[in-house]
């Protein structure tokens, strides 16, 4: 062999190069095919950023996965306190209307109440448990779907419980809503974390307990007496995170599903290079 002519070591080292140019980590998905250009695509200048640091895409995709999750965990956890006194007047008219000669006992009216209020925690308990089984089976973003349509069912059953007279449309309300939330605790951190640069993962993980935090404060404001937590408006008051579900769907429409899911479940690295370029373009067109 001459010495003008390359190994075989210094091909294979060439040719793993190249081949860790296109993909360098299979395991970390931020790093799948981040300069790949096309004519329609933007130049590096604009794009430099695109899987590396904070974009506009990447904050629609975090706010998109904790509005329909994370804020209707905060606001559900403590919308129910404050009109407490006006939601056990509703369950003893119930009652009498159901049985004019009956008279229910106070402590079977708070009996209800307390239902009413911790089949929240079994809803969310039994939502929590498939969570990874939905998410894997429908994805990150067709489980947030699914979560908003349990969401939506939830605060509409809510909110007719006070004009049909049931409190236990009341009860099966809550217990949807806690199912949407104990589900919605697992796949939205899990899609937060997939969409995110590494040295971001901690910061943007942190905005599911933010968001819970800021609406529950929201949710007490909002039960308030002079709010919606008056005798004829505290029915409003628990259904209205429905305008989260509304705004999770709207909001996906613009987001891109987690490359990372592409590309190890459904085994496409054709779909998981394209979430990463609807992502890059995302940035060229808005950011």
């Excluded at 949407?180 to 969409?195: D, F, L, Q, R």
């Amino acid at each position: 062999m001459t010495s003008d002519s390359p190994s075989s070591a210094n091909l294979l080292a060439n040719n793993n190069s190249t081949l860790s140019d296109g993909i360098r980590d299979p395991n970390d998905v931020s790093t799948v095919l981040p300069d790949v250009q096309s004519d329609n695509t933007p130049s590096p200048e604009h794009v430099s950023t695109s899987g590396k640091g904070m974009t506009g895409t990447l904050l629609l995709a975090v706010f998109a996965a904790i509005s329909g999750t994370s804020f209707h965990f905060g606001y559900a956890s403590g919308v129910i306190n404050a009109p407490q006194d006006f939601i056990e007047s509703f369950i003893n008219e119930t009652n009498h209307r159901r049985n004019p000669d009956t008279k229910v006992s106070a402590s079977t009216v708070t009996l209800i109440f307390s239902l009413a209020v911790s089949v929240f925690a079994l809803g969310g308990m039994v939502g929590g448990l498939f969570g990874g089984f939905i998410t894997d089976r429908l994805g990150r973003k067709g489980g947030m779907y699914l979560n908003t349509v349990v969401s939506f069912v939830a605060c509409v059953l809510m909110f007719i419980s006070k004009p049909i007279h049931s409190y236990e449309v009341l009860i099966i309300g809550r217990f949807f809503l806690g199912l949407a939330c104990g589900y919605g605790s697992s796949v939205a951190p899990t899609y937060i974390n997939e969409v995110s640069p590494v040295r971001l993962r901690g910061t943007l993980g942190a905005s599911f307990q933010l968001g819970i935090v800021i609406l529950l404060f929201v949710s007490q404001v909002m039960g308030l007496e002079q709010v919606l937590g008056s005798q004829d408006k505290w029915h409003y008051a628990l259904s209205l995170p429905i305008v989260f579900s509304v705004l999770q769907v709207v909001l996906l429409l613009f987001v891109p599903e987690s490359p990372k899911y592409l590309l190890l479940k459904k085994n496409s690295p054709e779909d998981a290079e394209k979430g990463i370029l609807d992502r890059i373009v995302f940035v060229r067109l808005f950011c």
